[in-house]
């Protein structure tokens, strides 16, 4: 699908991405029956070359944020230390990007790694390595997305159930305040109860949303999302009530989503799409305001749904009776201020 690029000149900080090399993985990968394997084993490898072309496929994409995603561990560090070669990777990365050979983007200006929190206090000692690993690091996942049904999450995921309300999981999670770090929270729309009573219990603590809170459409919940909106709404409006969190607009083009509930790269065009995501997007801006929200590619996972200029043609879409003030916020300056990222160009 290709499309002529809408407000062209808008900068754009991506606030969500990954980066893996899976093809040494590939064939001890599970058969990619489930939707999302099966979109990853079609994107095997997503590095800097790869990133590069997407971010400058048209639209004005000035920096990005790398989410972390379990790539590039280094095993020569032991157990809870393999992490920081997910974040030493990234930071060749951003510095090739920060060369200026590629032009004037900042990929991977801001690095969100992973620490095991149910470590309790000896997560600190992990998390105080990852930032001396580079300024670029800013915070942490610990992914909590967990259902009864296995058919939702497909193989790759074995998080916990109640994670968030794990008291050793808390244990570790108060280093992160103390230490000045972020933390972003990725669950399934049944379990956003989780998240708002972290938030509450520490309030002090920036915490942002992924993926609008990951509405579902797949496995047992395949054909529910009209009927169980009014339940997700609910509930981000009381996770907005916390001023310590924010949301990030995106991930509904993954398969777990089911908008498209085919992929990958669906072949739909951004009036569809957008026309599909409004209800969430608009809710989440309203609920949280433009302030407190940022939109993402969540790529290349969202591939699944949309080709990444379509992806963003469809915000844009969504976004197009929004003053310029509230352009900015929601494009770049939230991610910038909550993820402390300076100086970018535009």
């Given amino acids: ?33 489930h939707h999302f394997v099966a979109s990853v084993s079609r994107t095997p490898y997503y590095t800097f ?15 990005t944020v790398f989410m972390e995603c379990g790539a590039f561990y280094n095993g020569a560090y032991g157990n809870a230390l393999k992490v920081l070669g997910e974040v030493e990777y990234v930071n060749g990365v951003a510095a090739q990007s920060a060369s ?81 770090l972020t933390f972003d929270a990725w669950l399934l729309e049944p379990q956003l109860d989780d998240v708002i009573d972290l938030a509450r219990a520490f309030p002090g603590q920036p915490i942002v949303l992924d993926h609008c809170g990951t509405p579902l459409g797949m496995g047992s919940y395949r054909g529910k999302l009209h009927e169980r909106f ?6 981000i409006r009381t996770l ?32 569809v799409l957008a026309a599909m995501w409004r209800p969430y997007i608009e809710t989440c801006i309203e609920a949280f305001g433009p302030e407190r929200a940022m939109f993402e590619s969540n790529y290349p996972v969202d591939k699944w749904g949309a080709s990444y200029p379509v992806l ?35």
């Fill in 1 to 33: 699908m290709t499309e002529e690029i809408l407000e062209p000149e808008l900068p754009i900080i991506d606030p969500h991405h990954h980066l893996w090399d899976l093809r040494p993985m590939l064939g001890v990968f599970p058969q990619p029956h």
């Fill in 49 to 63: 070359n790869e990133l590069h072309a997407d971010t400058s496929s048209g639209h004005n994409v000035i920096g």
């Fill in 100 to 180: 200026g050979l590629y032009g004037t983007q900042r990929l991977c200006a801001a690095i969100i790694g992973h620490a095991d929190l149910t470590l309790g206090d000896d997560a600190r000692a992990v998390l105080e390595g990852l930032m001396a690993a580079t300024p670029r690091f800013k915070g942490i996942r610990h992914a909590a997305a967990w259902d009864a049904d296995p058919d939702v999450l497909g193989p790759p995921f074995h998080h916990p159930a109640g994670l968030y309300r794990d008291a050793k999981f808390r244990e570790g999670f108060r280093h992160l305040g103390e230490l000045g």
């Fill in 230 to 235: 009014d339940i997700w709404r609910e509930k």
């Fill in 240 to 271: 907005a009530q916390c001023p310590n969190v924010s949301v990030k607009l995106g991930g509904l083009a993954m398969s777990f989503a089911g908008m498209p509930d085919h992929g990958p790269e669906a072949g739909l065009g951004s009036e």
């Fill in 312 to 346: 963003w043609n469809t915000f844009k879409r969504l976004t197009l009776g929004a003053s310029a003030d509230e352009k900015r916020a929601l494009y770049a300056g939230t991610a910038a201020r909550f993820y402390g990222i300076e100086g970018l160009p535009g």
